[in-house]
């Protein structure tokens, strides 16, 4: 069964800095996808970026992209600039063809002013 | 934009008791999807909808679990008999084919289990 694994429970950054969030899976297939859901306090599902597995380029949605390591199953969300309001939970999640999102644990994030 | 939408946004039942979740999934999609998330835990997997059967469903989605879409908009999950362990944020979530598109989550419904 696919795995999704995120080490940091927490992270804090300060406000116009630049945070990485961490995120590493296990799966033996070669398409899929990747997804970076924001969480935040009214806790509604929020999708921030996403990434196919057969894609070698990084996906970016403005202040967020991805480090998309495919060899490595490892799939790291990167903030620029980071804002007030991008202080939330961030959930990893996998999707395979014909199978459920399978998400990891989570990691709260806080901006420090 | 289209959005997934979900009522009542909160609700609280006794035990024992039965509740109805609603979700009205965006116009064009096809593929519906309940998870839910207890209190500070990860989001897991309930079931899967599709043409108007289920699809696919986790251990989780028990006896005391149905789902039905009622007429052309609305997506129901009921809990027949709910025990403390129901309470959770259930989340609706749809798309447009399975396993290719992305999910689109609705804003939830918080159940609380007395």
């Known amino acids: 069964a696919q795995t999704v694994t995120q080490s940091q429970p927490e992270m804090s950054v300060q406000e116009a800095e630049t945070v990485t969030l961490s995120c590493t899976y296990d799966?033996?297939?070669?398409?899929?996808?990747l997804f970076w859901y924001k969480q935040p306090p009214s806790r509604q599902m929020i999708l921030v970026i996403r990434q196919e597995a057969y894609k070698q380029q990084n996906a970016t949605e403005n202040r967020f992209s991805v480090n998309f390591q495919k060899a490595a199953k490892s799939f790291s969300l990167k903030i620029s600039d980071s804002q007030l309001g991008d202080a939330a939970m961030y959930f990893c999640?996998?999707?395979?063809?014909?199978?459920?999102?399978?998400f990891g644990k989570g990691t709260r994030l806080s901006v420090i002013a | 934009e289209p959005e997934v939408t979900q009522t009542p946004s909160h609700q609280v039942t006794q035990m024992g008791q039965e509740v109805i979740l609603r979700c009205v999934p965006i116009s064009n999609h096809l593929y519906f999807y309940w998870y839910r998330q207890i209190l500070g835990q990860k989001v897991e997997f309930l079931v899967s909808f599709y043409n108007n059967e289920i699809s696919e469903k986790s251990e989780i989605f028990d006896d005391q679990f149905s789902v039905e879409r009622p007429d052309g908009s609305n997506f129901t999950l009921k809990i027949r008999s709910t025990k403390l362990e129901d309470s959770a944020m259930y989340f609706c979530?749809?798309?447009?084919?399975?396993?290719?598109?992305?999910?689109?989550f609705g804003p939830g419904t918080r159940l609380l289990v007395l």
């Open positions: 799966t033996s297939e070669s398409d899929y996808y």
């Open positions: 979530a749809s798309s447009k084919r399975h396993g290719e598109e992305t999910q689109y």
């Open positions: 999640a996998y999707e395979r063809g014909n199978t459920p999102l399978v």
